[in-house]
């Protein structure tokens, strides 16, 4: 049974600094996209970040460009998300999920595999 488990999250004040993991297991992830998703309270999810199978291929929500750097280590199995200079908007819980391509995708629909969320608090 694939399984892909987020770490990292936590509360933090504004302008710091936060990374998340996301542990996968279960599924030959390194052939797939992967991607970061967030969902803030009463809101819809959003996509923040997604890589190619390799590594070598990133795209970032406007919101996120310049501050947030996704990454994944596939001998390791695991994705990664540094933030920084968060901001009171980026509060949200943070969803990893690996998609049904290699290429990159930043559609949820695209996405067949996710975790169970890890919860990010930015405070003033």
């Known amino acids: 049974q694939a399984q892909l488990v987020e770490s990292g999250g936590g509360l933090v004040q504004a302008g710091g600094s936060l990374r998340l993991s996301c542990a996968a297991s279960?599924?030959?992830?390194?052939?797939?996209?992967m991607g970061w998703f967030r969902q803030a309270p009463g809101k819809e999810r959003d996509f923040v970040a997604a890589?190619?199978?390799?590594?070598?291929?990133?795209y970032y929500a406007n919101s996120v460009k310049g501050r947030f750097t996704i990454s994944r280590d596939n001998a390791k199995n695991t994705l990664y998300l540094q933030m920084n200079s968060l901001k009171l908007e980026d509060t949200a819980v943070y969803y990893c999920?690996?998609?049904?391509?290699?290429?990159?995708?930043?559609?949820?629909?695209?996405?067949?595999?996710w975790g169970q969320g890890t919860q990010v608090t930015v405070s003033s």
């Open positions: 279960g599924r030959t992830f390194s052939s797939y996209a």
């Open positions: 999920a690996a998609a049904r391509y290699g290429s990159i995708r930043f559609r949820g629909d695209d996405y067949d595999n």
């Open positions: 890589i190619d199978w390799g590594g070598s291929g990133t």
